[in-house]
């Protein structure tokens, strides 16, 4: 025995710790297909019906590897690559990828890239990012594709009376139902935290004192009026790739798709504010536990109904963004120029049914990280899924609305596949930051069941 102690302690003395020094990470390039208007109810107004959610994301890394890189010289392979991270919101049914590997065999990658599925909800296609980040870092791979996609006319995300049929009971019957062994409503409120807009219609309530309605629609008009500026600029070409389609309400009347089908024009206050709710009160059974009583709600609100519409939020859409990301030796390698470097990512979770709160923490662990303040931060992209949202995670985090956030159009107006989204305004926010030739910026966003996400870039070419 005494024997086997001093062997063991001879072995503790000789093992050698290895320094690991984190790797610097570079976003490289970014395609995304237009978003699709998304309807579950009425897939043919969704001109891309007839595709699959795998198949607008297979074509994504088509473009990037078989016509991007290739035009700008780079001499990167697909062979190249060391690892394809797909994100998802609702991977289930069709929009299951095989551990991520569907979309990259539909593109013909070697047997050899592996892949991995990942699922953050509406953070999927960030996560995928923070994901590749971190190997990055680490040594593990030098070259990483970070991917999001949701397709939901054809895999809803809420559909306990769709057409979509599968084997057994959804997740909700299993959890809601109070019969159920795993019923806890007591602790997490699964009627609004099921809801996303019941979320926001909550979080409405709370923050009632410091915004009103008219705010939230205020910030939904100003993002199609941005968006549509920015449509007309050319702002978006750069990213989009032109899909086939099919005419709204005519599947068989196919025509290239190479714009967000979200972005209105000219659009006012007034047809903002008209815009009919859809969400519930507290005090109407919206909720456990109501924040407000009938007459304080009227009081304070002007109105007896929910204050989230159409005007105020995100649409529901459907796509696919696709992001390169790579260590700096491998930049070089490959003859490739940064749109920014990746500083640091941030995450978090929070109460369920109160959504924008996980954005604000995760803001916070990314700028702990990066040792920045919020004073240096040039430019944001907050995820405007919802007004009320954007409007709490900017007021939490003190930064100055105007000219700093969202300043080409938010969700709201370009709209959101919630996993396509992460991917999107990272790689907005790089190319404004390039574009207004500033230093710093923060893409973050709130996830379905309290979780949120978030990036910090650099600028290196000021």
């Given amino acids: ?14 093992y050698k710790v290895i320094n ?9 390039d970014h395609v995304r297909t237009p978003f699709s208007n998304s309807s579950s109810n009425n897939p043919s107004s969704d001109v891309f019906s007839k595709s699959w959610g795998i ?69 999927s296609g960030m996560t995928a990012l923070h994901v590749g980040f971190t190997n990055i870092a680490m040594g593990y791979a030098n070259v990483v594709v970070a991917l999001g996609f ?18 057994g009971d959804p997740p909700n019957k299993l959890i809601f139902d109070p019969k159920s062994k795993w ?17 926001a219609q909550k979080l409405s309530e709370k923050e009632v004192d410091y915004f009103s309605k008219e705010d939230m629609d205020k910030l939904g008009t100003l993002s199609h009026n941005l968006a549509e500026k920015a449509l007309e600029s050319g702002f978006f070409k750069e990213e989009i790739i032109p899909i086939l389609g099919h005419k709204r309400g005519e599947v068989d009347s196919e025509m290239i798709i190479d714009s967000d089908n979200s972005i209105q024009n000219e659009v ?28 304080d709600y009227i009081a304070k609100f002007g109105t007896d109904q929910g204050v989230i519409t159409f005007g105020n939020s995100a649409p529901l859409n459907d796509g696919a963004s696709t992001c390169l990301i790579m260590s700096k030796e491998a930049m070089e390698k490959y003859n490739l120029k940064p749109m920014a470097r990746m500083v640091s990512i941030g995450y978090a979770s929070v109460d369920p049914t109160i959504i924008g709160q996980s954005a604000v923490l995760a803001t916070r662990m990314a700028l702990k990280h990066s040792r920045l303040n919020i004073d240096e931060i040039d430019y944001w992209e907050i995820d405007e899924v919802f007004c009320i949202e954007s409007l709490y995670v900017a007021d939490q985090l003190r930064v100055d609305w105007d000219n700093k956030i969202n300043i080409h159009g938010g969700s709201t107006a370009i709209g959101n596949p919630p996993a396509a989204t992460g991917p999107r305004i990272t790689a907005n926010l790089a190319r404004i930051l390039k574009e207004k030739n500033a230093k710093y910026g923060i893409a973050t966003m709130s996830c379905g069941g309290g979780q949120g996400t978030a990036i910090v870039l650099e600028n290196i070419n000021t």
């Avoid at 019923?183 to 807009?197: A, F, G, L, Q």
């Avoid at 519930?280 to 407000?292: D, E, F, H, K």
């Fill in 1 to 14: 025995m005494l024997n086997f102690f001093i062997d063991l302690k001879n072995k503790i003395i000789n």
């Fill in 20 to 28: 690991v020094e984190a790797k610097e990470v570079y976003l490289i």
């Fill in 55 to 123: 198949e607008l994301a297979a074509k994504t890394l088509k473009e990037l590897f078989e016509k991007r890189l290739p035009n700008k010289g780079s001499t990167l392979k697909k062979e190249n690559v060391d690892e394809i991270l797909s994100g998802c919101s609702v991977p289930l049914h069709e929009n299951s990828t095989f551990g991520g590997r569907y979309p990259l065999f539909m593109a013909k990658f070697p047997v050899k890239v592996p892949a991995i599925m990942l699922d953050r909800h509406w953070g």
């Fill in 150 to 167: 949701d397709h939901m006319t054809r895999v809803p995300m809420y559909s306990p009376n769709s057409k979509v049929k599968v084997y």
């Fill in 183 to 199: 019923y806890n409503d007591d602790i997490y409120d699964w009627k609004t935290s099921w809801s996303m807009i019941q979320t």
């Fill in 268 to 295: 006012t206050l007034e047809k903002t504010k008209n815009q009919p709710p859809l969400s519930i009160p507290g005090w109407s059974g919206g909720y456990t536990n109501p924040l407000l009583s009938k007459e």
